[in-house]
């Protein structure tokens, strides 16, 4: 019998309960108890979920309250000790102290998960670092689901992975020296687990999907050495691996003494051959055939028959399963009652992706007759999505045949534009300005709501929007910054926005994803060819600059992070795609330079996030994802200014791109690491102008004028003067308006301080 297993359900639940609670929790309107009876309620719900899903093995350890990195960092007692833990359980405070920071703790720092835009909290490691069993928490959840009746398989992130995903903060230490430590405290929680009575744990290794070097590989080697074998009764373990194929791996991983390993075929469905040959007749194999990081319908004949192809080979070995966890899909496609009917049928969201999986079960264990209407309803879907008229647009193609290389080329090379553009701006040294959005207020999100329930009108609805970029724009000039933004209070989200106003998307009501902690996204359908009906900020931009002297930048998304962070088709090429959103944006930016706006942000945050897992993909990746931002930025004149912001990613390593890219200004995060970032850029001689992040915005903390002083001295150290600017890692939104006031009023002071700095120094000089 094949067995049908999951990797990870989303943890947000279907109407974001998990989010409404965690921050009534923060809040203060209800307390940690509380909060923990909603958290294992929606457990309960969602393993129920899946039970009725029929799904034969259900996991249990992949809830968080925050995030499962964050998760392991707690059970294995590795709090930083700035945080001063000592030998307690780690209790909740703690919990959310390192995730969210405190009044005297910056919170650890969060990066992207793989090429997700899901983001984990890294732990920090030094020499010091010890490990304990310093949570009960995962223990818990597994009685817990007992009582429901569910044997469950535990999963956990493994030691590999773990320390590879988390960073050393002392210099010249290496991380995987802690390995021989962390072994026996993973042994000890595998030893816990054993007593009681779980019988699988998947230990997910998904490092194994980057390029990695032989001393990781040989630690993976020694790890599950060590947590198998003789002595203390220990659980099964299943080695999941994720993203990318890892059959550079597959003689070493067929040998490694676990029983059983995970691959995902939806992102490298070639790796089937490599593992099948020769499998140990020990292991079981699992096999991700259902897409877990996509929302289209899956091609269930297509499936059924490289499973009964694998079938024939494993035997009872074979377990079926979604290609990675379902954290990065909706939760259910029934909630959706306002999608079109005819793109709904396309679709499956977590909850139909699990009945994908056990309809392939059934088909392999009880044949292929068992289970004719779901192949034929599959087959049928994929067919009429093929052929339908609405994905295809002539004008788009058209266009798209048309572009020249003269398209992706500014008329002058950047130090002409850059004199033209001081000419007309005639911005001071170090200029300030912020990212582009202000606070999301309830107030703001309440009348968004009420317009679309219809309790509010259009006109009100705008009116109400045109306050809130009134008071920005008010808030702005009181504050003293230099260059604008009119605070995106229209927007609900960044790439959702846009997504809605083009042709070629599809938009859901309940589409929720975690991104981190408790906030979510609702990424938007791109299933057709992309098309824009008329212009999408012209009039609010427009009407912010209305409202001032100061020079109110235009704010767009950029082509590869609405490719990135949208769910879109597996039709075409994702390049295809980026160059149809680019040519959309392109129009948006020619309007906004018509209407006389003269400094236009295209946001690229997922750039980094779109850079293929595998070093030997990237130059592909990177030629098609320039030339599209290229393509959407080229078309003003030398003295419209093209800014473009990215955050959350190590950027150094792509550093040659992002300067091709030829933006006149790029606004970067760099605060939570202390600028460490901008070495690179100092290093690399980055052309054009810079604005490293001084003001960490995902932290509730605000920062002293001298922190955000020193943080800009530093970056004078690697970086000319004359080409930094002076702003906050990131939007906004997230923040409240009194401490955003606080922390941008001191930052305008810090930028004011080191501008009397350099003047001082500049007179010594020339003195001497
Ligand atoms: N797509 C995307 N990816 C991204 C980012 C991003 O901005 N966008 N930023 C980085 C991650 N950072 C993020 C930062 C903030 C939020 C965020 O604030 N999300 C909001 C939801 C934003 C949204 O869609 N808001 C809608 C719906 C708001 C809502 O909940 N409305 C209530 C009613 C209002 C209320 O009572 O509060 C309802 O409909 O029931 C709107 O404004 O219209 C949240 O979780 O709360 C998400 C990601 C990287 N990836
Ligand atoms: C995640 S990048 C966000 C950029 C956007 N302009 C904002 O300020 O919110
Ligand atoms: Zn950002």
Redesign the pocket.
Known sequence: MALTHNLGFPRIGARRELKQTLEACWRGDIDEQQLQIKAAELRKHHWIVQREAGIDLIPAGDFALYDQMLNMTALLGAAPARFNAGNDEIGLDLYFAMARGTASQPAMEMTKWFDTNYHYIVPEFNAHTRFRIASSQLFREVTEARVLGISPKVVLIGPLTYLYLGKETEPGFNRLDLLAHLLPVYREILARLASLDVEWVQIDEPFLALDVDDDWLDGLDQAYAALTGAGTKLPKLLLATYFEAVDNHAARLKKLPVDGLHIDLCRAPDQLDVFLEGYPASKVLSLGIIDGRNVWRADLVQALATLSRAQSTLGERLWIAPSCSLLHCPVDLELETRLDSEIKNWLAFSVQKLKEVSVLGQGLNQGENAIRDELDASARARQERRESPRNHNPVMQERLQRLTRNDSRRTSPFPVRQALQRQRFQLPDLPTT????FPQTPEIRQARAAFRKGELTNLKYLEAMRKEIQLAVGKQEEIGLDVF?HG?AERND?VEYFGEQLCGYAFTENGWVQSYGSRCVKPPILYGDIYRPEPMTVDWIQYAQSLTTKPVKG?L?GPI?MLMWSFVRDDQPRSTTALQLALAIRDEVADLERAGIGII?I?E?AFREGLPLKKADWNEYLKWAVEAFRVSSSGVKDDTQIHT????SEFNDILPAIADMGADVITIETSRSRMELLDGFGQFKYPNEIGPGVYDIHSPRIPETGEMLELLEKACQVIDAKQLWVNPD????TRSWPEVVTALERMVEAARQLRAQINTFQTEALSA
């Open positions: 912020t990212i582009g959005s933004v995106e960044m704010m998304t992070t942000q946001d945050p912001h990215m955050c959350y990131c939007g906004l939104k």
